[in-house]
């Protein structure tokens, strides 16, 4: 029997070339879990290419979706909205999300977590390791450590995208990014 891993996946392009590149090894369930997008509507259609995706490319991908609570994610930032992207602000969303994602893969019985998070150019994959890591250490589950950027992981993501008509947004969730 396959080992299980809770995805935590930020949308549905992001996603495409992670499930590739782990379907064959493992159980794979995608958690979308995004409080950071506090564009409802923006939110929903990020959801809906997850799903679609998944529906789409078949294979056994299960879906999961995490809490929608944007107040939750303005409480955590308050005080680093002027904030560059990249900065302290997207490093407490992301520990946020894998934290999140973290919790959930140990209460429902998952061997590791991982991230679709690193499959971006934008994010810093250090970054996201050191917090994976950590966060297994204190929650008890295993961080699967994945640049999934590195092997043209981004370009097949954008390939995938296209293949399978996609929306590809150009910021990454908040409306702090949007200012670029």
């Not at 971006?120 to 994976?132: A, E, M, Q, T, V």
């Amino acid at each position: 029997m396959a080992e299980k891993v809770l995805l935590h996946s930020c949308c549905g392009p992001c996603s495409t070339a992670c499930i590739e590149r782990l379907i064959d090894d493992f159980e794979l369930t995608v958690l979308y879990y995004n409080p950071c997008i506090d564009d409802e509507a923006e939110y929903e259609l990020r959801k809906a290419n997850q799903i679609k995706f998944i529906n789409e490319y078949g294979r056994g991908v299960s879906f999961m979706e995490g809490e929608y609570d944007p107040d939750r994610y303005h409480a955590l930032v308050k005080g680093y909205e002027d904030e560059p992207e990249g900065g302290a602000r997207c490093t407490i969303c992301f520990e946020m999300r894998l934290r999140q994602a973290a919790k959930i893969a140990k209460e429902k019985g998952f061997d590791y977590f991982a991230t679709t998070l690193t499959v971006s150019p934008h994010k810093n994959y250090d970054l996201i390791s050191r917090l994976g890591n950590q966060i297994q250490e204190e929650v008890g589950v295993k961080f699967l450590d994945v640049d999934f950027k590195k092997k043209a992981g981004f370009q097949r993501s954008t390939q995938m995208s296209k293949e399978y008509g996609l929306y590809r947004q150009n910021y990454c969730g908040c409306n702090f990014s949007k200012r670029g």
